[in-house]
């Protein structure tokens, strides 16, 4: 049996499978059908009652993309990204899809002295049945081929998109 690292790297390159097919030759296609089902859209109806949402999805990534505000702007947001690929979220302190993230940046649950609105997301995260991946998950490499013929990627590239890792240069 597969432990720790192992085993979730297996994880999502299960959930990959199933979405791309091929991971030589992946299929994008199930994304515009994402899209269109826009399962993520009771999730965002939850956010929208404390939070302001600027959606920056990238229909050539295979995640749906948002910054998120506190509707009192006396604090910064998050930028969160949404799997397409399997259950899994993205969550970074900033939100300005312009500024480089860091890996500091990355939120996996509830820090100290941190407003209400970021445990009402996370919480609502983990409701929707959908997991926070660290920055180590997403940095690591998989074995999985995008158009590009860049190889190997990391997961984030896989679980999220076109891009790779917000903090890593020339991504």
Known sequence: MASGKEGRSEEFLEHARRAYGDLQ??????????????????????????????DWTDPLDVSVSYTLQPHRRSR?????????????????????????LARADVVTGFGENRPAEEKRIIEMLREAGLTLLSAEEIEATVDFHPPDDRFPVSTFVMLFGESDVPWWFGG
């Not at 992946?26 to 600027?54: C, M, Q, T, V």
């Open 25 to 54: 030759s992946p299929y994008y296609g199930f994304f515009s059908d994402a899209l269109r089902d826009n399962r993520w859209k009771p999730l965002l109806d939850g956010f929208r009652e404390f939070l302001h949402i600027e």
């Open 76 to 100: 910064s947001g998050w930028s969160l990204w949404l799997s397409a690929v399997g259950p899994y979220a993205f969550l970074a302190y900033g939100d300005d899809p312009d500024t480089l």
